[in-house]
């Protein structure tokens, strides 16, 4: 907000904060399936894990499954906000 403002934006800060977590929810939530559906219906580990991530398959769908409880955090905030903004 601070730069935004340093810029010269005196919009309202709840549009940042919308913008801020539609994106997130949506890009590491939704954004993610794509990738990781077909890498957990395949028996083979998929190579690019490892090579993406430094860490094994097992370990890279764990923490998914950890950011996803936040992003689905986010996704309600969103909605909250959605409403407030119009």
């Not at 934006?9 to 929810?25: Q, S």
């Not at 954004?31 to 097992?58: I, K, M, Y």
């Not at 969103?78 to 119009?86: E, F, I, K, M, Q």
């Amino acid at each position: 907000m601070a730069g935004l403002r340093d810029a010269g934006w005196t919009g309202d800060e709840r549009l940042v904060r919308l913008g801020y977590t539609a994106n997130a929810a949506l890009r590491h939530t939704v954004g993610l399936v794509r990738h990781l559906l077909p890498a957990v219906t395949d028996p083979a580990p998929p190579p690019w894990v490892d090579d993406l991530f430094g860490s094994q398959f097992a370990e890279v769908v764990e923490g998914w499954s950890e950011l996803w409880s936040f992003q689905f955090e986010l996704a309600e905030e969103a909605r909250a906000l959605l409403p407030t903004v119009g």
